[in-house]
């Protein structure tokens, strides 16, 4: 009889930052499977486990030892930091599915660096907003830049994943400039958080503008706020509308404007 | 001296799809303050706890009354369901935060809608999403209309909160509309679920044509496709991206294509 393979998020990596449910498939689980990296952030969840790694791009590999092991029988935990359906396992994992028909697969969802890092800034997620990877590796440039143009078209606040690498570290200038010629204001309210949940967690506010020369590595998180998005008191925060009386009451209370209602 | 506001999001909102994180918060407080409904589901973390709750529409008291509370030098609570971060609290607790200098504001993430019923469904945000809420009780429907139009150009995934109340019926149809006038195909893979982690949760794949058409409330999250969307053997799967040889491959044989490279 074919086993379950869990598809784990851990959340940013700190054991107190995954849910029950994560937890309890990797407590049940005969085999845990992940890049090297993210093992060693939860030791105390796999002690005593066995544990198959494979380094960073080896992870179509990863998915089918994983399926192979379920498929075999076994209970198998296959762990991604943040959430495994955002840029994470779940979609290869579910590609492969059908070559692997009686394994059950369990996505089991974790916290995604959009709200573990909007929750170190304060809420700049608090009305409609988009997610966009600057990683080109699996996504053509020119999606990418179609969808940061359709962000600034939107207004909506945005977050930037994967904002550079080694290999690509003008990607988030360019990011922000595509940004610019569509309509957002260079003073908009942005912010990055970098190593998010983890030692060494920085975070800053700052402009649209002051953020094409951010120095953005691989652990960092960018959001660009809408045109609602305010600096208050050294949070980064998007109000939810403005149609509430009492909202517009504080918003203006706070910017000293005159009360003319 | 004053106190500590956390923030606090419950996932779902089963007890076990909270963070180690959020229980910590809830067992530390003196005081859990949130809608009545949202209490209901986790019982024995607040067991013997001093409760303030308010109906739906008593968002900004609630938020009052807790950052009094936590200026008075207690430690409290502040519970919303899924993230306080996206369409939640921390919004509007941030904003009125300048008045409690003294308070510190603790935000603490949890598993939103758009990743639990992601989770439910497959993969649907493996690639670029963005989330849109259809309510316009905060803020004007120009805005949702002009943000619908932004994610159809852009080609994104898309998660839509609060598709329909009583009140406001035809919005989901409307919302499909503006999709399909912006571009995205009737066949577009969408799905829906209702009650994601709580008793009676329901699920469903269609195509944006059908999805018109469903008779979605306010406890339904729906997710449209990109142009990549699948389904694949029932579950709603967005690759990753085509430019990986194997990914390319993996989806010409599920299409039963012949393979030309």
Not at 41 to 46: H, R, V
């Amino acid at each position: 009889m074919a086993g379950t393979l869990f598809v784990v998020g851990l959340g940013p990596g700190r054991e107190d930052l995954l849910t029950g449910e994560a937890r309890s498939a990797l407590l049940t689980s005969d085999l845990i499977c992940g890049y090297t990296t993210y093992l060693r952030l939860i030791p105390e969840l796999i002690s005593g486990k066995e544990t198959y790694t494979t380094p960073m791009r080896g992870e179509m590999e990863r998915c089918r030892h994983a399926l192979e092991q379920a498929a075999a029988g076994r209970t198998v935990s296959l762990i991604c930091s943040g959430d495994p359906g955002v840029y994470g396992m779940a979609s290869p994992v579910l590609t492969l599915s059908p070559e692997y028909p009686d394994v059950e697969i369990v996505v089991v969802p974790g916290v995604t660096a959009a709200l573990s890092g909007a929750a170190v800034l304060g809420a700049p997620l608090g009305n409609d907003f988009c997610v966009i990877s600057l990683s080109d590796l699996l996504t053509p440039w020119e999606t990418i830049a179609r969808r940061l143009k359709a962000a600034a078209l939107g207004d909506f606040s945005t977050v930037l994943y994967n904002p550079a690498s080694k290999k690509r570290r003008d990607h988030l200038e360019r990011a922000c400039q595509i940004l610019l010629e569509n309509g957002k204001s260079p003073v908009t309210c942005c912010g990055w958080v970098r190593n998010i949940g983890r030692e060494g967690q920085e975070h800053g506010l700052c402009t649209l503008e002051e953020l094409k020369d951010l120095e953005a590595d691989m652990f960092t998180t960018v959001f660009i706020g809408s045109s609602d998005t305010e600096n208050i008191g050294g949070h980064l925060v998007t109000p939810r509308g403005y149609r509430n009386e009492e909202n517009r009451r504080i918003q203006r209370d706070h910017r000293g404007e005159k009360t003319g209602l």
